[in-house]
């Protein structure tokens, strides 16, 4: 026996004795206490009797064994009756029955075989109290009707997880951690129940839905005076929170002359009704009173204490129920003016007053012979948007009601006949640009002996937009996925067809013989350029933020797109105008495109004004928020607002929820992807789109993209050079009202022609030219001295074929492989031999295989020097956008041309 585990186990023995002693003496929760208290002396006993028999004081007999399994069994069932009476859990009437069965639980276990029957025993003793345990806790924390009991009953979860965790833990330590956990546990009960108070207080959530949906306040308190839960309403008239109110005395919230800290308990006993039995008739006595309010306004209240007594006789809390004074005085003026005889009639209505003032439905009641409204709750003057006197004596259709499902004579026949219509759709113009959806539902009944209609209106307008934009979602992403995969195997096509090409025009030595040769070859440009379309629209492209000159940006992209026309922009920037924090290339495209839409609404002739303010949203409430693509208010930031108008015949308001669907047009030649696109890309972006009419007619685009205001004054827009090149021709862009621009510009490495073609075509993002590399060069055809071994790895075996002939008429020996692993094993076998690679050519994706970013970094790690090239024909992966940090030299998208080959070769390899 050593003295460490005396000195363990005797501390832990004081401490569980010293709390079980402390709980024989409760405050309040007698019962529970006294669970605690026969818990931890069972504890002790078990303990005691355990270290008896390990110091050789007892003998190792079946009967000591016995007596250790009996207090051990009987630890457990008063746990998990003192976690009963904790959780306020229903315990049964029987239950007491259960504390026979530590004996026969006891005899079991000193007759069963050692170790195997002490060890199943046991395990299904701990799995028991584990299950129970987590009902009770879980059960507590469901049931929980506010935030304080609530986090009351997780913190408790927590703490006797956090406990069996460590339990277990010491178990498989020493015995002694075992005692310390128990003697912890123990303190932390006893501090808890009797200092914290933390324990379930109601125990029937049917009286808890009672206690909250009453109109009247209702404060439930402690024997001492102290507040345990108020009600809804309570809240609602006070404004206080719960955390505010629970937990407090009484004189904090009521306030009545003779009640102060001092003479609380005898202000509780003096006005406290108290139920004896004999005088069951008789009404609790009402006190005059007042309740505070967190304005520091005192409501005059109607109050009246109940005492709560246990079936032994004892108090255990008091009940206070409230009724606020100022609707009663209210209501009894009314009766008073307009001369009420009746009683009873003037409750009925001071009860449907309160429900058609507080009620969050809008309610009109309507004269039923006249269809005249004669009163409206401010809910229903929220919904219309005007108070009651504007409303009271109006009819339904003044109103800007319009039924949609049921006709107005239809309504009108079914409350004459039926007495109620049942919920149908409506709309209210608020005006003539707003519009709210509702639910509408009527009901016909009598109020001051003439007949009535109450009208029960609900405004429905934000769940169907959230509805609309769900599907607006799930069909853009739908048909974005299918159309990226037809892109994708439309693209491999593609790349047979332009090689095959590319090897014929060599061939072919006649100019005339050439002619219908380059027509195939433009008419797959065209098709190229419609996959590229399809691309964009698919994957949407998660920007690549950057800081760009927003006047630079939208005058570019607006000019761009008004070249060969005969339409003129007119921008107006405010001089401080904010950069923006955008993806350049993606803006851009939206700009072009909006302003293209513009162009074509106006057949080619006339004026587009562009303005761009600075917004900031930081500090403004979510409701006075733009929505965003999703229905959702845009975060709280600074934006840039970029409105486009144009001066055509506008957009009918009967097709402006289609026309970011993707393919929809109203456009003979359009694909319906343009706008679809700007939706998908300015959602991606965390902006807002809206489209309007202007006050003299013709279309307006409202566009909220985020704003950079960390390098406001900088030089924005400078991006890098893969990112966005320069405008090749040096063509300069004049913000200029009435000035053309003529030429070509290029956007993120691709040449965008300012040909008037549609619209969706020169808002998709083309790969019909995409050569990205380290640097610019000629489109001469490579012809460096070194190896001229080729490694090439696609898993489309037609497009392997033309990229070797490709770059055998280049003077190229290719050498194929239909996956990485294969080209990853020629390339190491090249490495040992004497011919090395010149470059390798590695498709990206490969469904079957490892693909192409894969094979880069393991061709990378056996040969840094490796000089790589990349090439899909889909562009979503982030290897072909920041293809630099995979390893790779340069992009070659798919398909391409002979000439595009040459080149990409050209800038990427060193002459």
Known sequence: MSLSYLLNTSCALVILFVTSLLNLFPRDRKQLNARLSALGFSIVAAIVSYSAWHWGCLPDTEPVTALFAFFCWMSGLLYLSFLVDMTATHRSRRFWLSYFLPVPLAVLSALVSRPLGVILLSSVGIILSVRFSADFLLSWVRSATDDRARRDGEWMLLVFFAYGIALGVAFAQTTTAVYWIFALWHLTMHYTVNHLCIYQSLTDRENLLIVDNVFDIVVILDVN????????????????????????????????????????????????????????????????????????????????????????GDKTGYVVSASDMRITRQLMKEISDREYAARDLALSESKFSRMFIFNPTGILIIDLESMLITDANPAAEDIFARDSASLVGKSLGETGLEMSDVPYGIFLDKLQTEGTVPEFSATIRIDSETARLARLSAVTFDL?????????????????????????????????????????????????????????????????????????????????????????????????????????????????????????????????????????????????????????????????????????????????????????????????????????????????????????????????????????????????????????????????????????????????????????????????????????AVTGGTAVSPAGSATESQAAESQTSTVNADSAAPCAEPSRPGPKRVLLMDDDGAVRDIAEGLLASLGYSVVPACEGAAAVALYRESLAGSERFAFCILDLIVPNGMNGTRCAEEILAIDPAAVLLVSSGYSEDPALSKWKEYGFRGVLPKPYTREELVSCLSAMLVL
């Open 225 to 312: 005076g102290r507040i345990m839960r108020m009600n809804r309403r309570g809240y609602q008239v006070t404004g206080f929170s719960p955390t505010h109110v629970t937990g407090n005395w009484i004189e904090r919230l009521i306030i009545h002359q003779n009640l102060d800290a001092e003479r609380r308990r005898e202000w509780l006993a003096d006005y406290a009704w108290v139920d004896t039995g004999r005088e069951s008739s008789r009404r609790t006595p009402s006190v005059d009173a007042s309740i505070a309010t967190k304005t520091g306004e005192e409501i005059p209240i109607d109050m009246r204490i109940v005492c709560i007594v246990n079936l032994s």
């Open 448 to 744: 001051n002996r003439t007949r009535q209609v109450l009208l029960s209106v609900a405004d429905v307008t934000q769940a169907e937009e959230l509805r609309e934009a769900l599907l607006r979602k799930q069909k853009m992403e739908t048909v974005g996925m299918l159309a990226g995969g037809i892109a994708h195997d439309f693209n491999n096509i593609l790349a047979v067809i332009l090689g095959h090409i590319g090897l014929a025009k060599m061939k072919i030595v006649d100019p005339q013989a050439r002619v219908p040769v380059e027509k195939a070859e433009t008419a797959c440009i065209r098709a190229r350029e419609m996959t590229g379309q399809l691309l964009a629209f698919s994957r949407g492209g998660q920007p690549v933020l950057s800081s760009c000159d927003t006047r630079d940006l939208v005058t570019e992209a607006a000019m761009l797109a008004c070249a060969d026309t005969s339409v003129a922009c007119l921008f107006d920037f405010p001089p401080d105008i904010w950069p923006l924090m955008v993806d350049r290339i993606q803006v851009g495209q939206i700009i072009n495109n909006l302003v293209r839409n513009g162009a074509d609404a106006m057949n080619g002739s006339g004026i587009v004004s562009i303005r761009a303010v600075n917004v900031d949203f930081t500090n403004v409430a979510e409701g006075q928020r733009p929505l965003g693509p999703e229905s959702t208010r845009i975060a709280p930031r600074a934006y840039v607002e970029i409105r486009i108008q144009d001066q055509g015949k506008g957009i009918p308001e009967t097709i402006r929820k289609k026309i970011f669907d993707p393919f929809f047009t109203t456009k003979k030649k359009g694909t319906g992807l343009g706008l679809s696109i700007v939706f998908s890309t300015v959602q991606n972006h965390g902006g807002a789109i809206s489209v309007g009419s202007g006050s003299d007619g013709g279309a307006v685009f409202t566009v909220y993209l985020p704003a950079d205001r960390e390098t406001e004054g900088a030089t924005p827009g400078a991006l890098d050079a893969h990112d966005a090149p320069e405008a090749v021709g040096g063509n300069a862009v004049e913000a200029t009202v009435g000035e053309t621009v003529a030429g070509t």
